[in-house]
């Protein structure tokens, strides 16, 4: 029961305990909500939702998630203005896609998800903090930007293992030319630099403060809502491999330089991949989610994202969505197959210890995967040899397993799209149990005509009996349920 999991901060494998026993809190970086998702977006998303799962279902501890969204960038500002719209606007609408899109593919809702723009004030008495200790810096006069001054903080670079001298600067939110030094990170934007540096109007954007009007920077943002929701220290912060440096490497700086101990384990997704290329709205490789679902369903989708090891990249292709959806078909036509003999919960001690181990060393979902499928042949074995006892078994090891990946076809939001609706499945479950009374009667009374016609009758329309010695129980014939 010892889960080790590859902590990017220190690039090593460390068992995973948690700061508070039975809690973990994990700060997951989300969206920037500046145009659909697509997905590369989601894969992030799925990762840590398995994450998240084994850590409640495997380990019985209580996880809060938060996930933040980027509701204010550059990238917002210029895409709402050319789209005539206010950038808040501009913003909720994205939000809403991603949202969608979160739920489609099964990802249980963040407990928090705070909006970046929700948090200004805190920022403000973050950035007084850093510069009372002596780790950030006014620039441009009356009005002007606050920055970060990296060569304050010896720790720099530390959790990219970089030598600071050799560090670029920040493209993501720095455009100014009053920093110190090129390494210097924005925490404060003032709306004067902007109009100097040609950033688009920053109109509806800019909040009050003692260095004049502005906005805050996006590294903050994540820093302070660590602070306000998880507190000083947490446990795990996750986000993709992108996100490293500077992101990364700037929340940690600031945080620690303010005296806090941040967080306590890195993890870091690797991304979808096309000819080998991050799939990104920038590079124009990003195949839209609209168009993808056309050929797929949602969970078949899901079950991609969540197949590779979380630290490889994931290369979207045909074959690979195809293999993907056969995959996933197989599971649910076993699931359907052994349907009556389902105790119908997903029991953690129903998981297989190969799997357990599997998901204790880092999170291996393609070893956990090749155990679910070891499983569900076993059970079609079990089924096609009348072996009521080792199907139910093996189909509840299997709903188990699907539930901890989050790919269980009778959970929320699968069940509304895949499965029989509950009355239709109780009312099929009443008629065959009179048809089978009905058979055994005849049979006990040795008219075999009824009881073979009753058979047949049943296997058109597509129920398959199994007789063993403890009895008789059904299944739906394989292809016809698909
Ligand atoms: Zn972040």
């Known amino acids: 029961m010892t889960l080790r999991l590859f902590d990017s901060g220190t690039s090593s494998l460390r068992t995973f305990a948690p700061l508070r026993p039975g809690h973990v809190g994990i700060y997951l970086c989300g969206p920037t909500v500046q145009a659909p998702p697509h997905v590369g977006h989601l894969r992030s998303a799925v990762v840590f939702d398995q994450l998240r799962r084994w850590l409640q279902i495997g380990h019985d501890l209580d996880v809060t998630l938060v996930r933040n969204i980027t509701d204010l960038d550059d990238k917002i500002l210029v895409a709402s203005q050319a789209a005539g719209v206010p950038w808040w606007a501009w913003a909720a609408r994205h939000e809403r896609a991603f949202a969608d899109a979160y739920r489609m593919i099964g990802i249980l809702p963040p407990s928090i998800e705070p909006r970046a723009t929700g948090h200004t004030a805190e920022m403000l008495t973050f950035i007084d903090r850093l510069i009372a200790r002596g780790h950030a810096y006014r620039a441009g006069g009356e009005a002007g930007d606050v920055y970060f001054d990296v060569s304050s903080w010896p720790d720099y670079g530390s959790l990219t293992s970089q030598e600071t001298g050799t560090l670029r600067g920040d493209e993501h939110t720095d455009q100014a030319t009053e920093k110190r030094d090129p390494r210097d990170f924005a925490l404060w934007k003032s709306v004067l630099s902007d109009a100097a540096t040609g950033t688009a109007s920053t109109a509806g954007a800019a909040w009050a403060s003692p260095y004049g009007p502005g906005r805050p920077g996006w590294h903050l943002s994540c820093s302070t809502m660590i602070l306000r929701y998880l507190g000083e220290s947490f446990d795990i912060h996750g986000g993709g491999l992108d996100l490293r440096f500077p992101h990364h490497e700037n929340e940690q700086a600031q945080s620690r330089a303010a005296g806090y101990g941040f967080a306590r384990y890195w993890m870091h ?214």
């Open 269 to 482: 997704n690797g991304w979808v991949t096309s000819s080998g290329d991050k799939i990104s709205k920038s590079l124009g490789n990003a195949t839209p989610l609209d168009d993808l679902l056309q050929h797929m369903r949602p969970l078949d989708l899901r079950y991609y994202l969540g197949s590779a090891h979380y630290r490889s990249n994931l290369e979207l292709t045909d074959s690979a969505l195809r293999a993907a959806t056969a995959a996933m078909r197989r599971i649910e036509d076993f699931i359907t197959r052994s349907t009556n003999h389902s105790r119908r919960t997903a029991d953690a001690e129903m998981l297989p210890v190969a799997f357990r181990n599997a998901l204790d060393e880092d999170l291996n979902i393609p070893t956990a995967l090749a155990v679910l499928h070891d499983e569900v042949r076993r059970g079609n074995t079990a089924l096609a040899q009348h072996d009521a006892r080792a199907g139910a078994d093996t189909l509840d090891a299997v709903l188990a397993m699907t539930g901890v990946l989050g790919i269980n076809p009778r959970d929320s939001p699968w069940d509304e799209s895949t499965a029989t609706p509950p009355h239709a499945e109780r009312a099929v479950e009443a008629l065959v149990a009179q048809a089978l009374n009905q058979r055994a009667q005849a049979r006990a009374a040795g008219d075999f005509r009824t009881a073979d016609r009753i058979r047949d009758e049943l296997d058109a329309a597509g129920i398959v009996l199994n007789d063993s010695e403890s009895g008789t129980t059904w299944g739906f014939t394989e292809g016809r349920t698909s």
